[in-house]
């Protein structure tokens, strides 16, 4: 059995940055199961897992095109303090749920400047080139109901 649509895969994987930093890994926690076909996973390495075995591993590099997107300065916004929770300190890297076009979304505090503050509405790895290793460790057939929920049931998936 290959990975292809409506395949449910279970991955041991490890992120890290061009810098050799760990920014994800599944290690201690268990292999990541997804639904594969249904945008579960960022598509460059959805593309990736395309094709593979149980035992295959492989090391995935995935340019900010295909996983979190480019920076886009036009999300940086400075906004005033007062339309932030008053009894609260504001710090530099803070992470606010803020209601977006596209739903709810994550905005960083950037910088401070006295009562303006500069919130980024990119996703933190937005801009980062990827680097993943890796190993498939399970396939299955999804269920009925799991292709038509878009996602996973039962361990590591929703349970509903
Ligand atoms: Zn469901």
Same mark, same amino acid.
């Given at each position: 059995?290959?990975?292809?649509?409506?395949?449910?895969?279970?991955?041991?994987?490890?992120?890290?940055?061009?810098?050799?930093?760990?920014?994800?890994?599944?290690?201690?926690?268990?292999?990541?199961?997804?639904?594969?076909?249904?945008?579960?996973?960022?598509?460059?390495?959805?593309?990736?897992?395309?094709? !593979?075995?149980?035992?295959?591993?492989? !090391?995935?590099?995935?340019?900010?095109?295909?996983?979190?997107?480019?920076?886009?300065?036009?999300?940086?916004?400075?906004?005033?303090?007062?339309?932030?929770?008053?009894?609260?300190?504001?710090?530099?890297?803070?992470?606010?749920?803020?209601?977006?076009?596209?739903?709810?979304?994550?905005?960083?505090?950037?910088?401070?400047?006295?009562?303006?503050? !500069?919130?980024?509405?990119?996703?933190?790895?937005?801009?980062?080139?990827?680097?993943?290793?890796?190993?498939?460790?399970?396939?299955?057939?999804?269920?009925?109901?799991?292709?038509?929920?878009?996602?996973?049931?039962?361990?590591?998936?929703?349970?509903?």
């Amino acid at each position: 059995m290959q990975i292809q649509k409506h395949i449910v895969a279970s991955i041991e994987y490890t992120l890290t940055d061009d810098g050799g930093q760990v920014i994800d890994t599944s290690e201690g926690r268990g292999p990541l199961t997804y639904l594969h076909g249904a945008g579960n996973l960022i598509p460059g390495l959805e593309a990736d897992l395309e094709g !593979k075995g149980v035992g295959d591993a492989f !090391k995935s590099r995935i340019e900010p095109a295909d996983a979190y997107g480019e920076r886009n300065d036009a999300m940086v916004q400075d906004v005033p303090r007062d339309q932030l929770p008053g009894d609260m300190e504001i710090e530099v890297g803070m992470q606010f749920q803020a209601q977006g076009p596209g739903g709810v979304q994550v905005v960083t505090v950037a910088a401070v400047n006295g009562d303006v503050i !500069k919130m980024d509405g990119n996703h933190p790895l937005a801009g980062v080139t990827l680097n993943f290793d890796v190993k498939v460790v399970d396939i299955r057939e999804a269920t009925k109901e799991e292709v038509e929920h878009g996602h996973v049931h039962g361990a590591g998936g929703h349970h509903h």
